[in-house]
């Protein structure tokens, strides 16, 4: 089993419609990190989260310490909206600290058609 | 944009053939990181350096070498390349934004092993 689980692995959306992506993961974490990749291009951190909500723009991203579950919002979704949403892991050391090493879903393609 | 830039952004070469790729910051980061990204496998960690001199191994180091002989520039060596390292590599930097820790991410070089 992989230590963090994106799904679903592919999503087709009309353009407006709402949004969202899941993410579990097994490990402890010190944050959970949301990036995004369009086609061919590099990858871009969203968001960054320890606790709670952030929102910017149409992303809103919320994360359960307990259940060890994020999701990542779109609101009134846009054809620009698509590209490949990858959940990351910043896991604990066993010492409890963390050097940045993220462990990765395998991403969600999001697809927005017009 | 973090400053943070790799070469070559492409590079075509035969099995067996040594291979280094070079991610350069100008943002005086401690920590920086090589992954490889593959279709079905997605982000993967191969290795990590928290200083000077300082790296250590991560999920799928074997077949690669680094090293960091400058807080700017952190290497990647294929000792004698194969097919299976056909792959995109990205470098990424860990560096504070505002409270809390980001990751920034290079442009990404496309490796092909021929």
């Known amino acids: 089993k992989n230590e963090v689980e994106q799904s679903p692995q592919n999503l087709t959306a009309q353009e407006g419609e709402f949004i969202t992506i899941n993410c579990s993961y097994s490990?402890?974490?010190?944050?959970l990190h949301w990036l995004q990749q369009h086609p061919g291009g590099g990858i871009v951190s969203l968001f960054m989260l320890s606790s709670g909500k952030k929102k910017h723009g149409r992303l809103i991203a919320t994360i359960n310490i307990q259940e060890k579950h994020s999701s990542l919002h779109i609101t009134a979704s846009h054809p620009r909206d698509s590209a490949v949403y990858i959940c990351?892991?910043?896991?604990?050391?066993?010492?409890?600290?963390?050097?940045?090493?993220?462990?990765f879903g395998k991403g969600t393609k999001l697809s927005v058609k017009p | 944009d973090a400053g943070i830039t790799q070469s070559p952004r492409h590079k075509v070469t035969e099995t067996g053939t040594p291979v280094t790729l070079r991610c350069h910051q100008t943002e005086n980061h401690r920590y920086m990181y090589w992954y490889r990204q593959d279709p079905g496998h997605g982000l993967r960690l191969i290795h990590y350096s928290y200083g000077v001199k300082d790296t250590d191994k991560g999920e799928v180091s074997d077949g690669y070498s680094v090293s960091r002989s400058k807080t700017e520039d952190f290497l990647l060596t294929l000792e004698s390349a194969t097919s299976s390292q056909t792959s995109v590599y990205f470098c990424?930097?860990?560096?504070?934004?505002?409270?809390?820790?980001?990751?920034?991410f290079g442009p990404g070089t496309r490796l092909t092993v021929t």
């Open positions: 490990v402890g974490i010190s944050a």
């Open positions: 990424a930097i860990r560096g504070l934004a505002g409270s809390s820790y980001e990751q920034y």
């Open positions: 990351a892991a910043d896991a604990l050391f066993n010492y409890g600290g963390s050097q940045g090493n993220l462990i």
